[in-house]
């Protein structure tokens, strides 16, 4: 069946959604995004997205298209028109369509799309039984802080990890891992959370700084620095955290079991207190 989705003012059949070939986006990546689940038909932390879509807008000096109360009524609409009750809402806005130039345009309306996808998110074979995953090179841009639409480089590694028999890849840079190809990457030692530091060569993911703050509430211990992947296979536990897989146990990395190979006590915690804590807030 047709899903309805959003693009710049109107409401329209997926098949009827036209952009322009000159768009940014697609000619230049020059645009950004956000995604957000839905868990019972209510968006999970849509304050922390739109805060940080304002923060990728203001780093590429780009036009915000619309408020955070229309934007949070697109995101109500597009839920209510496909009837999503678990699922993602992806948002994507461009900087319009222009000559093709590498300059920005001046005076060009941004784009704005918007669409939903339905898709088991709490329930998941990941969840339950955990994830492999390969390192392999971190090849993308400095400024990862931002959250554009450029993805080539996570796919090619979600491909090469694929390839090998994982399920994802952990990025590794300068011989640290810096994070998931779509996720932020942690590993746990003597009950403690290790995870890489923010600075602009992650992605500051909400589900993280939820993840963190919950397990701060709950007096465990977290330190925020990089690790290496010789120290995560040493390690008694590893997950990652991302919007999409909430708190999802990484089992084993480049061949070599995590502990002993199961789903371990803190992720399972972690990933309970999140649910729990998530939905008591969402909207
Ligand atoms: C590279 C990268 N890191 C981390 C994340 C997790 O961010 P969030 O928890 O906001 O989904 C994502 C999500 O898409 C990502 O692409």
Partial sequence: MSRTV?????????????????????????????????LDGKLLDFPGHMTRLARSLGELDMDTPVTDAEMEAIHRELIRANDIDEGLVYLQVTRGAADRDFHYPEGVKPSLVLFTQKKTLTETPAATNGIKVVSIPDIRWGRRDIKTVQLLAPS???????????DDAWLVEDGFVTEGTSNNAYIVKGGKIITRNLSTDILHGIT????????????????ERPFTIDEAKEADEA?????????????????????DGTPGPVARRLREIYLEESRKTAT
């Fill in 6 to 38: 959003y693009v710049n003012g109107e409401y329209l059949p997926e098949e009827d959604a036209k952009i322009s070939i000159f768009d940014r986006g697609f000619l230049m990546a020059d645009g950004v995004y956000e995604v957000t689940s839905v």
């Fill in 156 to 166: 090619m590694g979600k491909m090469a990890a694929k390839a090998a028999g994982a």
């Fill in 208 to 223: 993280r700084a939820a993840v963190l703050r919950f397990a701060r509430e709950a007096q465990m211990e977290v330190e």
């Fill in 239 to 259: 997950f990652i955290t991302s919007a999409s897989t909430f708190v999802c146990p990484v089992v084993e990395i480049d061949g070599a079991k995590i502990g």
